[in-house]
């Protein structure tokens, strides 16, 4: 089996209004260990802070001031209570267009 390189793009919005984005690699060696990888998600999402290695620093990250996570790309393979298969993003810019 080989291995191959996969990454997530992480944007974090801060209650400043300050965005950040970072690109999270993972080695991956099966579609089911990369659903593995990615379901483990909700549990880093219960810890207080995140710590970013970088090749030139550590980051550490205060979850108590984030907003807001973006991933990309998605993760499908988040299922359970409050979250929404099915959704979409409607934003000021195409409210008004009509199908």
């Known amino acids: 089996m080989q291995s191959q390189a996969s990454y997530s793009q992480l944007t974090f919005h801060y209650t400043d209004g300050r965005t950040e984005s970072f690109q999270i690699f993972e080695l991956v060696d099966s579609e089911e260990s990369q659903q593995e990888i990615r379901l483990d998600v909700k549990r880093y999402l219960d810890k207080p802070w995140w710590i970013l290695h970088l090749p030139e620093e550590t ?41």
């Open 59 to 99: 980051i550490f990250i205060n979850m108590a001031n984030i907003l807001k996570i973006e991933v990309k790309p998605p993760i499908p393979q988040i299922h359970g209570d409050a979250i929404f298969p099915n959704a979409q993003r409607i934003t000021a810019l195409t409210r008004g267009v009509r199908v």
